[in-house]
């Protein structure tokens, strides 16, 4: 059995959860509003219990990290309670809601109501495993926590320095969660046939410097290229970088190339070439977006010939 003196400071931690849990909910309507504005999407529909739990154990689990012990613990325990919810829904969450926002508000709120009840006699609880997946725009993970464990950290309360910087790693990962999640919406085409530079005019740091200096203009694109050993049967050395451009948007029409329009870009991506940073305060590098978030649509877009290149849809990149 618990002593007084752990369950006292059980109840403490949970308590500095709780206030936490309010300051991010409210953190967080601000974040899925401004989500919504920059990408020019109504918030008008319900996208589902799990992505309810996405948003909060994806802003639970970034405190892992940068907080040792105590993140670790954190994070296990708090994922594991809204993780939870998959398998064992509350009624709350076990219906149809209006919008992501109120999604988000109600599975935040549900978790304060377990809080609450933990709090009331942490003992009753004291050995229980609170367990659930956690889904996040860099891969998924299984959380897993119990009561007892917060007999081993100190939560900071509001008025310490700690809890305001835990509060921003929460609110990016869960505006990192938002945006990966809204940006299913958009679709990633590849325009084909690509096109060749030669190495004799094109060294690899011209084809990167091309490529940022492309993208201060086109931000809504990224390129990627391979170099391509060719020589002639008279022993000619014609090798070449093989380029492709990628595009996320709306999708290609006979009009536009319906990019990302380049509010939500700026927000959006840190950098312009891998690591070449234009705001530190992005969301994501460009390349992880094009290559490695998940649930995106890509497509191809073929042309027919050289001209239908420079028809206006495909930005020639040569400089």
């Known amino acids: 059995m618990p002593t007084d003196e752990q369950i006292l400071k059980v109840k403490n931690n949970i308590k500095n959860m709780i206030d936490f849990n309010n300051y991010l909910n409210t953190q967080g309507n601000t974040k899925i509003l401004n989500a919504y504005m920059l990408l020019s999407l109504t918030d008008n529909r319900d996208l589902g219990l799990q992505i309810g739990l996405n948003l909060l154990c994806g802003s639970f689990w ?15 325990f708090l994922c594991g309670v809204v993780g939870s919810y998959e398998t064992s829904t509350p009624p709350s969450l ?24 933990i709090y009331g006699d942490p003992s009753q609880y004291w050995d229980k495993t609170y367990s659930g997946n956690v889904i996040t725009p860099f891969g998924n ?12 950290i100190d939560f900071p309360s509001q008025e ?17 969660t938002v945006w990966a999640q809204l940006l299913q919406n958009f679709v990633i085409t590849q325009y084909q ?6 190495c004799s005019q094109y060294s690899e740091s011209k084809m990167e410097s091309n490529a940022d200096l492309f993208y201060r203009k086109n931000p809504s694109y990224w390129n990627n290229w391979t170099y391509v050993n060719y020589v002639t049967k008279k022993g000619v050395d014609e090798s070449y970088y093989l380029e492709y451009q990628n ?31 234009i705001n530190p305060d992005g969301l994501f590098h460009r390349s992880f977006v094009f290559n490695n978030l998940p649930n995106i649509d890509h497509k191809i877009k073929y042309y027919n010939n050289v001209q239908s290149l420079t028809n206006g849809l495909f930005k020639c990149s040569i400089v």
């Open 141 to 152: 993970y299984v959380a897993t926590g119990t009561v007892s464990q917060l007999a081993d």
């Open 247 to 277: 595009n996320i948007g709306t999708g290609v029409t006979a009009f536009s190339d319906g990019h990302l329009n380049d509010s939500a870009c700026a927000y959006l991506f840190i950098d312009t070439f891998d690591n070449v940073i």
């Open 193 to 198: 046939p690509g096109s060749e530079y030669p």
């Open 62 to 76: 970034a405190l892992g990290g940068p907080f040792g012990a105590l993140g670790s613990i954190v994070a296990n």
């Open 160 to 176: 310490d320095s700690m809890f305001m910087d835990m509060i921003y790693t929460a609110q990016f990962a869960l505006d990192q």
């Open 94 to 117: 076990n219906a149809e809601i209006s919008s992501l926002l109120t999604r988000f508000q109600k599975t935040s709120e549900q978790l304060n109501m377990d809080l609450e009840i």
